[in-house]
């Protein structure tokens, strides 16, 4: 049995685009059946030799769900599958309160739980990530999934849990 990363996050900041970018997209495509349209949102990755399966919860959605019971069942999902948590915030409209209410989500676990702050695509916006200390969930990580640029140090922190 692999160990289990969740990722959570609000809509948009970025949560299938870090999937996307840290699954092996070759297989995510070989997998992928013609005619499924649905997000994929369960895949095997692997870092330096660690092997460990990925959910993207935000790919686990309810037809008429509120955004805020949404991100509760999403949390939830985390929480009880996961053994290593990535909360997923971007440095893009700075801290939003769907943002405080997964990191709030997030505190009866006590799984450990990764911050990371997408779509700090350059140094000006690395530098924005400081904010992201409020939420109480340790050191930010700014990473930007679409350029690839922290994703390593991510990882990193990620297998260093297992
Ligand atoms: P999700 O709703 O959390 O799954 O977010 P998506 O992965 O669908 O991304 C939402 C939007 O943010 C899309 O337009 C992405 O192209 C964009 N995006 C994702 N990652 C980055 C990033 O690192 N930098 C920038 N600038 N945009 C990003
Ligand atoms: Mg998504």
Same mark, same amino acid.
């Given at each position: 049995v692999l160990p289990v990363v969740a990722i959570v996050g609000r809509p948009n900041v970025g949560k299938s685009t870090l999937f996307n970018r840290i699954i092996n997209q070759r297989l995510a495509i070989v997998e992928d059946k013609p005619? #499924?349209?649905?997000?994929?949102?369960y895949a095997q990755a692997e870092w330096m030799g660690h092997k460990f399966d990925l959910i993207d919860?935000?790919?686990i959605t309810w037809e008429g769900g509120k955004i805020e019971e949404e991100i509760r069942a999403q949390a939830e999902i985390a929480i009880e599958e996961a053994d290593v948590i990535v909360m997923l915030t971007s440095? #893009?409209?700075?801290?939003?309160d769907l943002d405080e209410r997964v990191a709030h989500l997030l505190y009866r676990t006590k799984k450990p739980v990764i911050l990371a702050v997408n779509k700090a695509d350059n140094p000006e916006q690395r530098n924005?990530?400081?904010?992201?200390?409020s939420l109480g969930l340790g050191d930010p990580i700014p990473v930007s999934s679409s350029h690839g640029t922290g994703i390593g140090d991510l990882l990193d922190a990620i297998v260093d849990k297992f």
């Open positions: 005619g #499924v349209t649905r997000d994929r949102n919860t935000g790919g440095v #893009v409209n700075h801290m939003t924005d990530i400081y904010d992201f200390y």
